[in-house]
């Protein structure tokens, strides 16, 4: 992942998914239907361990 917004590779054909990517030191998060919306931030270390755990 880079400072481009990536679309989940789960992302359905209804529109409903995240994008995420990173920016400086974070991970933003934000809804694809919205992109001028409000944006999540996570740490790295935080965010690595949440997708361990999807996996």
Partial sequence: MDSQWRKSSRSGS???CVEARHAD???EVRDSKDAGGQVLRFER???Q???RTLR
């Fill in 45 to 47: 270390q935080p965010w």
């Fill in 49 to 51: 361990a949440f997708l």
């Fill in 14 to 16: 209804n529109g409903a």
């Fill in 25 to 27: 030191q974070v991970v």
